[in-house]
């Protein structure tokens, strides 16, 4: 039997640990048997006031643990006199971090510490094992870490989710694999997506969520559980907001390994680039379509920002100077009526910038942009088949063969990409034994991988360039099912601008008999500019020959 050391009215801390991994093991470790074993401990050896922290399904890895943390205040406190766990391995399993508090940390506060199973007993001297058994029991949570990482590598290639069903989804009771709308949640992230692409941001989405009274995601979840609310229930933020702008998933696609961490120490993520995510295509039913993410995602792109007159221009983002391919800013002040707001390039600053005065007002743009698009509508609707022959034959006719140049040029670099990789390993054959010089060898093989490399960013650019082009071929329903939504619309709203038109680009206006025209190229969302049979030339307006750059 083991002395008490402890002082008056001090405790006695039975701490207890148990992680996901550690439960694997079996029931030897489990908070159920390391409570049994430590009461026993403590009441056989006469330890006063026991009391027990406890962190269940915690990794033994990081310190950070709300029971440790409230176990090391009370030893800071000088309330507790001895520390006991069931072994080395429950206080934690990073040997640097053991160390320090079983040799520093509580020697400095007259501490005893004991772990039971592993023999050790601060107030018995030194035992010479105990660095060994910390540095085992951190090489067993760096073993560990690497299976559980193999693990998860296989089921993230496999298309397996791995993290939780994010706001809007819900765990299939059927089966634990698959995600399934929750239908109230759902609907909230499908408005989320409709305000934004009504020209709302993020705060400005916040603000309307918040008005409307609908619960954030942590209340939302309590409620479905029956819980308290949270304080503030109602209190969206803008982060929450781009987090759920920006995240696929809601397309119905599966994206893993969006995030790593540099060791199995460090907790903190760091975001993967695309190419290193893996994305797997319809795993799950979706919230948003496809067309709908990727015009929020250019729009977010083109974040709009009210003006100190706190009025926002209608096509700002998407307004472009046919020059210098700048944007054109919108200007506008508190003095100004609507018919003085205008666009004007970024570059042209009094004639000192490095672009002329592309210049026009928005009440113009919005007609002339109002106009095409009544123009687009009623074609479409007039004979949908001639609208179509006409998209093909602007778009696709003109650099079909263009494209069929580009597939060859790329099956043909293929193969000398492949014929480069013989090539190579037959010379490799023939310095190894002897047929050429070493020094040709290098010149050779320097020559073959140069052009390796440039055969292979070539292929690279071809290929996404015909890819892009095979794209564009499907793209026109997705335009048709704009047109339908939007027939016979008398004024344009910032969704109705925003699902139409992809980018507007202004060119320096001409004086034509005293007269002020003006060029602007609308192209539109999927089918790009449309110039009709009829027109002499692309957009243009006639406005007063007195207006001038503001």
């Not at 501490?111 to 035992?127: C, F, L, T």
């Not at 190894?432 to 390796?452: N, V, W």
Request: glycine share 6%; charged share 30%.
């Amino acid at each position: 039997m083991t002395a008490n050391t402890n002082k008056p009215g001090q405790i006695t801390a039975l701490y207890a640990r148990l992680s996901q991994e550690d439960a694997l093991d079996g029931d030897s470790n489990s908070i159920v048997n390391q409570k049994a074993l430590l009461s026993k401990y403590a009441a056989d050896n006469g330890f006063p006031n026991p009391t027990f922290f406890i962190d269940d399904g915690i990794s033994g890895v990081t310190f950070d643990r709300p029971s440790f943390n409230s176990m090391i205040a009370e030893i800071e406190a000088g309330n507790v006199g001895t520390v006991i766990v069931k072994d080395m391995s429950r206080l934690g399993r990073d040997y640097l971090k053991v160390g320090y508090y079983t040799e520093i940390f509580f020697v400095e506060r007259d501490v005893r510490y004991i772990a039971v199973n592993d023999g050790v007993d601060s107030a018995k001297g030194d035992n010479d094992f105990t660095p060994f058994r910390n540095l085992f029991n951190d090489f067993y949570a760096k073993d560990t870490s690497k299976k559980v990482r193999a693990i998860k590598r296989a089921q993230g290639m496999a298309g397996e989710h791995l993290t939780k069903p994010p706001y809007g989804y819900k765990v299939d009771p059927a089966d634990k694999k698959k995600w399934i709308l929750d239908e109230e949640a759902a609907a909230v992230v499908k408005q989320i997506f409709n305000l934004c692409v009504a020209g709302k941001g993020p705060s400005q989405i916040a603000k309307i969520l918040k008005a409307d009274k609908v619960l954030i995601a942590k209340a939302h979840y309590a409620q479905k559980k029956g819980k308290a609310l949270p304080d503030n229930p109602y209190n969206w933020k803008d982060s929450t907001i781009v987090g759920i702008l920006e995240r696929m998933d809601y397309c119905g696609h599966t994206v893993n390994f969006k995030s790593y961490s540099k060791s199995h120490k460090l907790k903190k993520r760091i975001p993967t680039t695309k190419e290193q995510q893996a994305v797997f295509s319809n795993t799950h039913e979706a919230i948003v379509e496809d067309a709908v993410f990727e015009r929020v995602q250019e729009l977010r792109a083109n974040k709009r920002r009210p003006t100190k007159a706190e009025r926002q221009g209608l096509f700002s983002g998407l307004v472009y100077c046919a020059d210098c391919g700048s944007k054109l800013h919108f200007a506008t002040c508190k003095n100004f009526s609507g018919s003085q707001d205008h666009y004007r390039c970024a570059k042209y600053k009094s004639n000192t910038g490095d672009c002329t005065a592309h210049f026009i007002r928005e009440e113009i743009l919005r007609a002339i942009v109002l106009q095409r698009v009544f123009e687009v509508t009623a074609m479409f609707y007039e004979d949908i088949t001639a609208f179509m022959e006409l998209i093909r034959k602007q778009r696709f006719d003109e650099t079909e063969k263009e494209m069929k140049r580009k597939r060859r040029e790329v099956g043909q670099a293929r193969k000398r990409i492949a014929e480069l990789d013989r090539i190579f390993k037959r010379i490799y054959e023939d310095d190894i034994t002897g047929a050429i010089s070493h020094e040709r060898f290098l010149k050779l093989s320097a020559e073959y991988e140069a052009e390796q490399r440039e055969l292979t960013a070539k292929v690279n650019a071809e290929q996404k360039e015909v890819d892009t082009y095979e794209q564009n071929k499907s793209d026109f329903d997705s335009f048709a099912v704009i047109i339908r939504k939007y027939v016979g619309i008398t004024e344009l709203t910032p969704a109705i601008v925003n699902e139409f038109i992809k980018k507007i680009v202004v060119h320096a206006p001409e004086k034509v008999n005293g007269k002020r025209y003006q060029k602007v190229d609308i192209v539109f969302n999927f089918v790009g500019k449309i110039h009709f049979p009829t027109d002499p030339q692309p957009e243009r307006n006639e406005a007063e020959e007195q207006e001038k750059t503001a």
